[in-house]
């Protein structure tokens, strides 16, 4: 890990977004003795009161910060003082701006920043029949929150800060995967022929932004996939999850006769079809995935969901 130290100054790391990936991603830095800042817009009375997910204990604190600009909360210049790398979680609100931007781009503007990952969605493709899309792919937004989210990265791209965008499918992680579904009978097994999602781990978002951060600037793309290498359809997915948990799997639903009744959100997954390549992370920048498939991190998340609920179990009976 190379984050530690810019200028001979430690770094200081501030979090917008302490939700799922940016919560993960802080702790894996504190694990490694570093300060890291974390937004969000709720005030946790225990910080670890916001996720279930992830180490018993951290090397060094969390410094929570309120960002909730819809309600006028904004961390001032002091709070911000020293920071030197941002991640930014937090996806472009109702009117399909970034709140970041709208809000702290003056300040941020001001700090010595050396990097600022920005996660955005490979829906930024739109459907490619199932077919490869990389970052040399013309992004064509079908949804229109895929179309909000292509202008939060253009107004990233010309804000002059230092922004390397970070192209996500679908996080799957502990807690983030189909186990609870499947246990309680809620889970469907839909077909919808030549049909496939791709998928990152939680832990391989984290792994690969430490990555790029460590890399020299001038290596950094300005854009980057995340994903894994096996874009499959869900029901082969799901398969494996109910044979990890040795449940059985409800039964196959066609996609057509069922369509009709999907939410609007649910619907906009189903009718985009791509495969998100990661050659450029994992063979241009030399990443090394930890989860190359649904396989290795289904069986890892479970495993993780499995330890944090005998620690709970624990904690009720001390
Ligand atoms: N989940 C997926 O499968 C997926 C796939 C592709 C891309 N993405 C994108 O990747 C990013 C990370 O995903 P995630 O699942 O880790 O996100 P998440 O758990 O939903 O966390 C998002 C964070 O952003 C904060 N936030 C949201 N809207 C805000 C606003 N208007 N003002 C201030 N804070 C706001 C939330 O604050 P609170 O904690 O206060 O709610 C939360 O901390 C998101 O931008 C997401 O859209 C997600």
């Known amino acids: ?6 200028n001979g100054r430690p770094a200081s ?12 991603f802080a702790q894996a830095l504190t694990e490694h003795a570093l300060p890291v800042a974390v937004t969000s817009r709720r005030q946790p009375a225990q910080p670890e009161a916001l996720t279930p997910w992830g180490s018993a204990g951290s090397a060094l604190p969390l410094r929570w910060l309120s960002f909730d600009p819809d309600n006028g909360a904004l961390p001032d210049a002091e709070a911000l003082d020293g920071i030197t790398h941002v991640l930014v979680t937090i996806p472009p609100d109702g009117q399909g ?9 003056p300040l941020l503007a001001q700090l010595p920043l050396q990097w600022i990952g920005y996660l955005s969605t490979t829906g930024v493709y739109g459907d490619h029949g199932g077919r490869w899309v990389d970052e040399t792919t013309p992004p064509a937004p079908g949804a229109s929150r895929s179309r909000a989210r292509l202008a939060c990265e ?7 800060l230092p922004v390397q965008i970070f192209r996500l499918p679908a996080i799957y992680g502990p807690g983030r995967c189909p186990f609870q579904n499947l246990l309680q009978g809620t889970s469907r097994l839909v077909h919808k022929p030549g049909q496939v999602f791709s998928r990152v781990h939680v832990d391989d978002i984290v792994g690969a932004l430490i990555h790029c951060i460590g890399l020299p600037p001038q290596r950094r793309p300005r854009i980057v996939n995340l994903s894994d290498d096996r ?3 869900s029901t082969e997915s799901l398969g494996y999850a109910a044979h990890l948990l040795n449940c059985k799997l409800p039964a196959v639903e066609r996609f ?22 990661n050659h450029r992370l994992c063979h241009d920048l030399g990443y090394t995935l930890r989860y190359p498939s649904y396989r290795e991190g289904f069986r890892e998340a479970l495993a993780e969901e499995r330890r944090t609920a005998a620690r709970g179990n624990g904690d009720q009976a001390a």
């Open 1 to 6: 890990m190379t984050v530690g130290d810019v």
């Open 13 to 24: 790391v501030l979090v917008l977004g302490g939700g799922y990936s940016g919560l993960r």
């Open 97 to 105: 701006k970034d709140p970041v931007l709208e809000h702290l781009a």
């Open 154 to 160: 253009q107004a990233w791209d010309c804000s002059g």
């Open 231 to 233: 874009p499959c359809p």
């Open 256 to 277: 057509e006769d069922i369509c009709g009744g999907m939410s609007p959100m649910a619907l906009s997954f189903w009718v985009e079809n791509r495969r998100a390549s």
